[in-house]
T-cell receptor
C-alpha cells in the first residue's frame, strides 16, 4: 500500500523551516527520501534504516519512528534550490530493496 | 561516475502502436528497476531485475508490457499495443545490492499516447 505524505503542498519564504511526513500502514525496514524538480528525475537525499540514527546533511535531516511506521523530513532555513516535489520511498525488508513511493509533497520556496 | 542512461527522451505514438525504451544502468549496479510516473503522482514500480533475473514483476501489465535485461546490464521495456492511459514518464533506476545507498534514476522517457 502506498505511503501517505503530508502536507500535500508547502509554500515557504527563503529561510523558513518545513517538515514533511510519511506514514505507512506496513512495518518498515527502511525509508528513502528523494527530491524531484519539474521535468527531472528524482534525486536521492538520504536513507533511514530500522534501528538506525537520525540522518542529516547540510540543512536537511530526517527521522524514522519504527513503532509508528513514520518518517519525517526536516528542512531548515530553506533555500530557493529546495523547491521541488519530495517523495518518500519505503521498503519492508532487507532482502528486497523494492521501494513503494509515497504520494508526494510539493514544496515551493520564494525569495 | 556516469549516470543511468535512458533513451529516447520523448516519444509520441498513436494508440495501438508499439514502443520500446532503453536503459543502461550505472556500471556495477546489479539491481535495475523500471518505474512508471503519471503526472502528479509518485513513481510506481513496474519491474525489478537483479542481474538478469526478474525479482518482482507483480505490477507489470503483462498483456501489453514486457521487459528484459540481457547479460545483466542494459534493459529494454516494451509496450505493445499502447493505450492512452500509458501516457507517463518511464523511469529507469539502478542500485547496489542491498540499496542502502539509494537509487540513481535516469532522466526518463516521456511517453505520450494519442
Amino acid at each position: 500500500q502506498q505511503p501517505v505524505q503530508s502536507p500535500q503542498a508547502v509554500i515557504l519564504r527563503e529561510g523558513e523551516d518545513a517538515v514533511i511526513n510519511c506514514s505507512s500502514s506496513k512495518a518498515l525496514y527502511s525509508v528513502h527520501w528523494y527530491r524531484q524538480k519539474h521535468g527531472e528525475a528524482p534525486v536521492f537525499l538520504m536513507i533511514l534504516l530500522k534501528g538506525g540514527e537520525q540522518k542529516g546533511h547540510e540543512k536537511i535531516s530526517a527521522s524514522f519512528n519504527e513503532k509508528k511506521q513514520q518518517s519525517s523530513l526536516y528542512l531548515t532555513a530553506s533555500q530557493l534550490s529546495y523547491s521541488g516535489t519530495y517523495f518518500c520511498g519505503t521498503a519492508v525488508s532487507y532482502n528486497t530493496d523494492k521501494l513503494i513511493f509515497g504520494t508526494g509533497t510539493r514544496l515551493q520556496v520564494f525569495p | 561516475e556516469a549516470g543511468v542512461a535512458q533513451s529516447p527522451r520523448y516519444k509520441i505514438i498513436e494508440k495501438r502502436q508499439s514502443v520500446a525504451f532503453w536503459c543502461n544502468p550505472i556500471s556495477g549496479h546489479a539491481t535495475l528497476y523500471w518505474y512508471q510516473q503519471i503526472l502528479g503522482q509518485g513513481p510506481k514500480l513496474l519491474i525489478q531485475f537483479q542481474n538478469n533475473g526478474v525479482v518482482d514483476d507483480s505490477q507489470l501489465p503483462k498483456d501489453r508490457f514486457s521487459a528484459e535485461r540481457l547479460k545483466g546490464v542494459d534493459s529494454t521495456l516494451k509496450i505493445q499495443p499502447a493505450k492512452l492511459e500509458d501516457s507517463a514518464v518511464y523511469l529507469c533506476a539502478s542500485s547496489l545490492v542491498p540499496a542502502g545507498y539509494g537509487y540513481t534514476f535516469g532522466s526518463g522517457t516521456r511517453l505520450t499516447v494519442v
